[in-house]
């Protein structure tokens, strides 16, 4: 039923001619995908490392690293491998297609080859390279639409109100890339060598602003994906699509969060463009403009990709007590990190750490969504008083863990407390793995230097009567342990 001179096609067959799950009258087995070419990636784009942190099991989320990670919630930018239900059927594994990489050299008949320097070979497999990948993110956009988006839409497997919520300005980025992808073919040559492309991108990159709005959407599109996976014909329907060869072994999410990945690549590519382009070349300048442009428009879309993340945890927040609400979690725009953690007693928790304010919390859901029950006072953070701990220091109910329990139990732990009125708070979290753990306390330490650089560097010293203070919390305020996943 897709529209004419569309690349993917689905079969309309009668229901006992096809002997896969799919829902009747639509077969989205044999998808096929266009193009099997993918450019070989830059040696310089093997640096976006660089940008992105670890990743690791741990569900830490760096909020100001917002769009060089994946929002990603608990899959940390691996597909997800779902769970086989007890009414689905077994299908057999299909052989995945993946994209080849190829190189400019490698494309056109290079008969001028000995006539281009080392130097200007390099240069036009750069910008070959931000040509195809172009054309490769339009078909996985155009794949995420056509084999995901109008499929559950036509079946009613989700209402269009979900899906828009889930796919938010998806359909708008298509053209955007389509102009970027026309430009530059338009400025290839015959013998397919580039010239100039600096003032391409310095008229087009403005119009990468419509970014914003999509990459401001993923959390609320992650939570609401995953909330609707819980429903066994949305369940079904992604598993069928993931184990068919059109999505190369990658989940919804992947192709939903490929423009961001996408967005967080272009400083990489202007670079490598630019690294190789003499000094004497015209379209330098150009080039430095357009390098000054994408880091300005990524920085913009970053932070207010942050702002609203942050918004929509604090709407999430479920308040006990009204003595609960503090106005430092009201005015705070930015959610340094959270995570999801547990006791020692193996109830989750989750912690966040805004601006000026650290909230624990438990996760609930209330009305069919996921929302976060305060546990205890927020700490102010200019009041925050930390502590890392070495491992087997750490005492839990009163008694030396020491030779009593397993040592990786008393691994990686560091403790938050807080003094008011004579009353202290205290919290030991311990950390999945000694990066994760470093990873809470660089946090707590650049919130602190933000809030009050003159004691940020002093650490509490809650261990020097443990054996007083301890015995003394409310069982619940015990351990916190970041989940795997």
């Not at 200019?382 to 691994?411: C, H, P, V, Y």
Request: proline share 5%; net charge neutral; aromatic share 6%.
């Amino acid at each position: 039923y897709f529209a004419h001179e569309t690349p993917f096609i689905l079969k309309v067959l009668p229901q006992a001619s096809c002997r896969c799950l799919c829902s009747p009258g639509v077969c989205v087995c044999d998808l096929q995908e266009p193009s099997s070419k993918r450019v070989k990636p830059l040696s310089r784009v093997t640096s976006l490392a660089s940008l992105i942190p670890p990743v690791k099991a741990a569900p830490l989320k760096r909020i100001g690293q917002t769009l060089q990670r994946s929002i990603s919630f608990r899959s940390d930018c691996r597909p997800e491998i779902m769970a086989p239900r007890p009414w689905a059927k077994q299908i057999a594994p299909a052989i995945t297609k993946r994209r080849d990489s190829k190189l400019w050299s490698e494309t056109f008949d290079l008969g001028l080859g000995h006539m281009l320097s080392s130097t200007e070979i390099k240069r036009q497999e750069a910008i070959f390279e931000l040509s195809q990948g172009e054309q490769d993110l339009i078909e996985d956009l155009k794949l995420a639409k056509k084999a995901y988006r109008d499929p559950m839409l036509k079946l009613s497997i989700m209402t269009e109100h979900e899906l828009n919520q889930i796919f938010g300005t998806l359909d708008s980025l298509i053209p955007l890339h389509e102009d970027l992808l026309s430009r530059l073919r338009e400025a290839r040559k015959l013998d397919g060598s580039t010239d100039h492309v600096g003032h391409i991108l310095v008229d087009w990159l403005p119009c990468l602003e419509t970014y914003n709005s999509y990459c401001s959407n993923q959390v609320a599109a992650k939570a609401l994906l995953d909330h609707k996976k819980q429903d066994h014909r949305v369940h079904d329907f992604l598993q069928r699509c993931l184990e068919s060869p059109f999505s190369r072994k990658l989940d919804l999410w992947s192709f939903l969060d490929i423009p961001r990945s996408r967005l967080v690549k272009y400083p990489l590519l202007l670079r490598e463009i630019l690294k190789h382009t003499p000094n004497d070349h015209p379209d330098r300048q150009h080039l430095h403009h357009a390098m000054n442009m994408i880091q300005s428009i990524v920085a913009d879309i970053n932070s207010q990709t942050g702002e609203s993340e942050c918004r929509y945890y604090k709407e999430r927040l479920l308040y006990v007590e009204s003595g609960q609400r503090d106005l430092l979690i009201d005015s705070s725009r930015i959610l340094s990190c959270h995570g999801e953690l547990k006791n020692n007693r193996g109830a989750k928790l989750h912690v966040f750490l805004f601006q000026d304010v650290l909230v624990v919390t438990r996760a609930v859901t209330q009305n069919e969504q996921l929302c976060y029950q305060l546990h205890r006072q927020p700490i102010p953070v200019r009041d925050l008083e930390w502590e890392d701990l070495q491992d087997g220091e750490m005492r839990l109910g009163g008694s030396i863990r020491g030779a009593f329990s397993n040592s990786e139990r008393t691994k990686n732990f560091f403790r938050v407390a807080f003094r008011s009125g004579g009353q202290l708070q205290t919290h030991c979290f311990q950390a999945s793995d000694a990066f994760n753990k470093q990873q809470w306390l660089n946090c707590i330490r650049q919130a602190k230097e933000a809030v009050n650089p003159q004691t940020a560097a002093q650490c509490s010293d809650c261990s020097a009567d443990t054996s007083a203070e301890c015995p003394q919390m409310d069982p619940t305020d015990l351990t916190l342990t970041p989940v795997k996943t």
